[in-house]
Structures are given as structure tokens and as C-alpha cells.
């Protein structure tokens, strides 16, 4: 069946270093998000992309973060300068277009990042 | 800003028995709502969802009521199994194009053998 792979599965990094997360979105699916769960807490939104440009992002998705898809199967995160509080599990997603009106929503396993 | 709530952190149900997972809601134009499973170390997984022309959506041993007017819904697990036991996240998307989803803080869901 396929799947939504993110790696790294975990990233340790120094405060004010660049991280990247990559994720190979299922390959028929035209619509990519980033979500993240710091530990205890909710789910969150982050970002959706489609059509090769940012289609929706929360408020939490400031300067600091982009999104790319530099090759028609990946689709990175980037947080170029990480604070203290980006430590969290950060999950990509996908999804076809019958997703989009349901919200049915295919997500990789995560990638943990804790910023030391 | 917590759109979507979910206020039990936990339950637990004997198998066999019916386990109630209860979720509020304060925005009314969300178009679906969903419900989400997630077991530790994976991601969350799509279990059911509701659209919101509609009040209830049954799938095999699990259904979903959505009750508009109280902005409340419920994913029901009829009968619930030990494999049943993970966090269950419920999600309210808004409107077109692609629609920003609202999760809850997630139930975590213990079924007893």
C-alpha cells in the first residue's frame, strides 16, 4: 500500500542551526502539508502546498520556515534558524484531490526534531 | 485558539462494550469532520469522517454523529477491541480551496481484555 516516508525519523540539533525535514509525499497525490505535535499537546497545521506554491499557512509558519518541492517527489521543510520551541514531532501529509474535500489525509510516521 | 476540543485526555472500556470519544467545536463553517487514530511512533491515520450536511456516517464498528446546533461530535466503537487502544485525534476542516484542518488534543483509548 502506499505510503507517506519522512526522514530523518529523529534530529537533534544546536539552537539557531538549519534543519531540513524531507518527505516523499504518496506519488499520485497533488496536495502536501506539514503538521506538528509538540509532546503533549495538539496537532497542528503548519502549511499546505499545492500546484508548486504555498496554498494556506498558519501563523506559527513565519520567516523562519519554507517549504519546497525541488524534484517531484520530495517535499522538504526547512527551518533555517531553530529556537528552543520548534522541538516537536513534525509530520508530513498528503493527499488527492477526493482528500481535499474530505479530509482524508495520508501521514508519514514523523520526524522527531529536539533542539538542544 | 482552540477551535476543536476534545476534554477527556483518556478512556477506558471494557471489550466488547462501546466506547464513546466526544469532541466540541466552535467554528460553524467547518465543512467535514474527521476522526483520526494514531498508535506511538506512527502517524495519525484516517478512520472516519462526517460531512456537515450530515449528522451521523457509519463505517463497519464505528460511527460518527455530528449534532450542529450543540458543535458537537462523537465517534462511537461498537464493539470495541484491544486493538482499538490508541489516541484518537478528531479534526474539523474549514472550507475550500484546500482547507485548513483543526485537530484536538487527541483521547487516548485503552480497551481492557
Known amino acids: 500500500e502506499p505510503e507517506v516516508t519522512q526522514t530523518p525519523s529523529h534530529q537533534v540539533t544546536q539552537m539557531g542551526q538549519e534543519v531540513i525535514l524531507r518527505c516523499v509525499p504518496i506519488?499520485?497525490?497533488?496536495?502536501f502539508y506539514w503538521y506538528r505535535q509538540i509532546l503533549g499537546q495538539k496537532v497542528e497545521f503548519l502549511v499546505s502546498?499545492?500546484?508548486?506554491?504555498?496554498?494556506?499557512k498558519s501563523e506559527i509558519f513565519d520567516d523562519q520556515f519554507s517549504v519546497e518541492r525541488p524534484d517531484g517527489s520530495n517535499f522538504t521543510l526547512k527551518i533555517r534558524s531553530t529556537k528552543l520551541e520548534d522541538s516537536a514531532m513534525y509530520f508530513c501529509?498528503?493527499?488527492?484531490?477526493?482528500?481535499?474535500?474530505?479530509?482524508?489525509?495520508?501521514f508519514g510516521e514523523g520526524s522527531r526534531l529536539t533542539v538542544l | 485558539d482552540q477551535q476543536v476540543k476534545q476534554n477527556s485526555p483518556s478512556l477506558s472500556v471494557q471489550e466488547g462494550r462501546i466506547s464513546i470519544l466526544n469532541c466540541d467545536y466552535t467554528?460553524?463553517?467547518?465543512?467535514?469532520f474527521l476522526w483520526y487514530k494514531k498508535y506511538p511512533a506512527e502517524g495519525p491515520t484516517f478512520l472516519i469522517s462526517?460531512?456537515?450536511?450530515?449528522d451521523k456516517n457509519e463505517d463497519g464498528r464505528f460511527t460518527v454523529f455530528l449534532n450542529k446546533s450543540a458543535k458537537h461530535l462523537s465517534l462511537h466503537i461498537v464493539p470495541s477491541q484491544p486493538g482499538d487502544s490508541a489516541v484518537y485525534f478528531c479534526?474539523?476542516?474549514?472550507?475550500?480551496?484546500?482547507?485548513?484542518?483543526?485537530f484536538g488534543t487527541g483521547t487516548s483509548l485503552t480497551v481492557i481484555p
Open positions: 501529509a498528503s493527499s488527492g484531490l477526493a482528500g481535499v474535500v474530505t479530509g482524508e489525509l495520508f
Open positions: 506519488s499520485n497525490h497533488l496536495y
Open positions: 502546498f499545492y500546484n508548486n506554491e504555498i496554498s494556506e
Open positions: 467554528n460553524s463553517m467547518f465543512d467535514y
Open positions: 462526517i460531512s456537515s450536511i450530515k
Open positions: 479534526a474539523a476542516k474549514g472550507g475550500p480551496p484546500m482547507g485548513q484542518f483543526y
